[in-house]
DNA sequence: CGGAGTTTTGATCCTCGTCAATCCGCGTGG
DNA sequence: CCACGCGGATTGACGAGGATCAAAACTCCG
């Protein structure tokens, strides 16, 4: 655990290497996963006094943590930083909005299509294939989704049976036609 | 229609005055209600040349439209302004994630709940009591809030039995019983 | 092997969506 | 002044998608 939800919001940090996700909870434990980090992300921008969520490294990571008080003398010094974070900001409020519109509007086909491909987006800027790892397990993405575990389950089996994607050892899919994946995210 | 989905983002905006929808669309149709703006508000900060929803105003409404290209030179002008939009922005966000935790984990009921509190608090902070105005339709709360206009009415309905709330001529409510429904915004 | 945690699969239930009818408020025009 | 029509709201009957509950199968390590 990096920090929780509530915590008084004295650093924020940025991911060197490894996995972060954030979540909100509901007071009888409901989880809504509200965003997965990779390394070159910022987490603790947004506040106001508190984190606004709890953010926890799926694995072994390392970060970079600034105190709050110092970053306000850095942006300071680094003309064009504030700049730049504005800008990260920005992306995460449109990336929101997208999750919006998956939360309240997708099926768990879609859903899941669009995490998928996501996910494949992400790994290719790094030089890949249709080849991506999962570095979560099904809870998290269930709780990412607004789906149950068992939902994401048999949504991957069907994607399975239906020829669109393929299991590979390691928590590794291989998107085999996402050209339908693709249409399934669309949502039509 | 202010700007739509895709338009290139030419201008940003402040609401004067009224009131205006901001949604996302699938190419189905369904859409997705990403937040209702009030006087003071910004609309077209976050962007990546393209806007990423459309904006309508729900009534009459007065905007204050900057050119994107004089919008850099304001900036260098006022220094503090970007700050304050910064702060804006992370508002934005940590509103946009309450959002994500609405639609991907709580109930109808819930969301109703937690739609009408936000309302009210809206409205007390421009001094008003338990009563509240809803300048959009049912289609447009059931878009916000990831449900259908029946799902809508028919909850209402049931607060109106269950004595949590009345109805008001006008399209006003009036919150009969704030602590059940504070109750059921938090989810449980 | 053994055993805990995770994933998959199955059976059943229930919330909410869908389809359809009716109602209500309101403006228009005969 | 009242009949009509229209958009929005409500209500009802029904069905489906996904949740819940329960059990089996797989993974990974010790």
């Known amino acids: 655990v990096i920090f929780r939800e509530g915590d008084p919001a004295g650093f924020l940090f940025n991911l060197v290497?490894?996995?972060v996700r954030i979540h909100k909870l509901l007071p009888d434990g409901r989880r809504q996963i509200v965003g997965f980090l990779v390394a070159g992300d910022f987490l603790g921008l947004a506040y106001n006094d508190t984190y606004g969520y709890t953010a926890e490294a799926i694995g072994p990571a390392r970060l970079c943590r600034v105190r709050r008080t110092e970053y306000e003398g850095l942006l300071a010094?680094?003309?064009?930083l504030e700049k730049r974070l504005?800008?990260?900001e920005s992306n995460e409020l449109t990336v929101a909005q997208d999750q919006m519109l998956l939360l309240g509007r997708k099926t768990a086909k879609e859903k899941l299509a669009t995490?998928?491909?996501q996910l494949a987006e992400r790994?290719?800027?790094h030089g890949?294939?249709?080849m991506l790892e999962l570095p979560m397990v099904r809870a998290d993405i269930a709780d990412y989704l607004g789906l149950?575990?068992?939902t994401v389950s048999r949504t991957i089996s069907q994607f399975k049976r239906d020829g669109l994607i393929r299991l590979l050892p390691d928590n590794r899919v291989q998107l085999t036609r996402r050209d339908v994946l693709d249409h399934l995210r669309a949502g039509d």
Do not use: I, K, N, Q
């Open 128 to 130: 890949g294939d249709g």
């Open 148 to 150: 149950t575990v068992e």
């Open 86 to 88: 504005f800008t990260v």
């Open 115 to 117: 995490f998928l491909m």
């Open 17 to 19: 290497a490894g996995a």
């Open 77 to 80: 010094e680094l003309p064009g």
């Open 123 to 125: 790994a290719s800027r």
